[in-house]
């Protein structure tokens, strides 16, 4: 392969193209690929990580929102058969129109702009997921692998953890990338759990009950949950009404969350 293409990095895509051989080399030894996995890979940028990817041999789709960076890497992978380029914007990805019959090893340096939306957005398709490989922000990271208790511990936390297994596999320094950001980025591994933790909740209002809850994250859930949980139905979930929503885990929203359902708070 020739050097990754040049092209200007443009703020509103949130674009710092990954040009360090090392770390590329890293997360694609951390996909742990099958022959015949298919690979989706968002933001191929300048096609530093693309480049190694397209030499496993693996079926490729590359999803790609700058509409300039498109042509170039149609051209650049014109030779490589099993590759596929679409102009696309991540947000609106439905995995099922790329690969309906079976699921794909997802990878990507993401947006900084759009690592939280994009991640939710992928929630909801985590059964078409093998696993995913990607490089987030650093404390976007900390606070997808925080603990319950932690002060990372948030919204997106109980979201994505109560899914996936999330793991923190290593941190990259600004230098890896071109123009360099001004923090620190970690690579992560998300592996679907057989089953979301806890009980079988209605996915809206999970999120909505999850989304009250850290809305004011100093308060006392009997506080922030006014309106959505009684105090009474709270304890019936066996949890504290005077807890604060970073001590509880995806279970306990979960279990929170039937409960709610249940009753006319």
């Not at 770390?23 to 190694?52: F, K, Q, T, W, Y």
């Not at 994009?118 to 650093?138: A, E, G, P």
């Not at 936390?157 to 923190?168: A, K």
Request: aromatic content about 6%; some cysteine; glycine content about 6%.
């Amino acid at each position: 392969m020739e050097n990754p293409v040049p092209h200007r990095a443009r703020k509103r895509f949130g674009q710092h193209f990954l040009h360090d051989s090392g770390v590329v080399r890293r997360i694609v030894d951390h996909l742990e690929l099958n022959p015949e996995e298919i690979l989706c890979e968002i933001g191929p940028g300048r096609g530093a990580l693309s480049d190694r990817l397209v030499e496993t041999g693996n079926p490729l789709h590359l999803i790609e929102i700058d509409r300039d960076l498109v042509p170039t890497l149609v051209d650049r992978y014109s030779a490589s058969p099993q590759v596929n380029v679409h102009e696309q914007d991540a947000l609106r990805l439905d995995l099922g129109t790329l690969n309906p019959d079976s699921q794909m090893v997802l990878v990507g340096n993401l947006p900084y702009n759009i690592s939280t939306a994009l991640l939710i957005h992928l929630l909801s398709q985590s059964k078409q997921v093998s696993r995913m490989v990607f490089m987030v922000q650093k404390e976007v990271g900390d606070r997808l692998s925080a603990q319950s208790g932690n002060k990372s511990y948030g919204r997106l936390t109980v979201m994505m953890s109560r899914v996936f297994e999330i793991v923190s596999l290593f941190d990259v320094g600004p230098e890896a990338f071109s123009p360099p950001p001004k923090v620190w980025s970690s690579v992560l591994l998300f592996s679907p759990r057989e089953a979301p933790l806890g009980p079988s909740v209605n996915s809206s209002d999970f999120e909505a009950l999850v989304r009250q809850s850290f809305a004011h994250r100093r308060k006392t859930l009997r506080n922030t949950l006014k309106g959505f949980c009684s105090e009474e139905v709270i304890r019936t979930a066996g949890i504290d009404p005077s807890a604060r929503p970073e001590t509880l885990s995806p279970e306990d929203f979960a279990r929170l969350t039937v409960l709610c359902g249940q009753s006319e708070c």
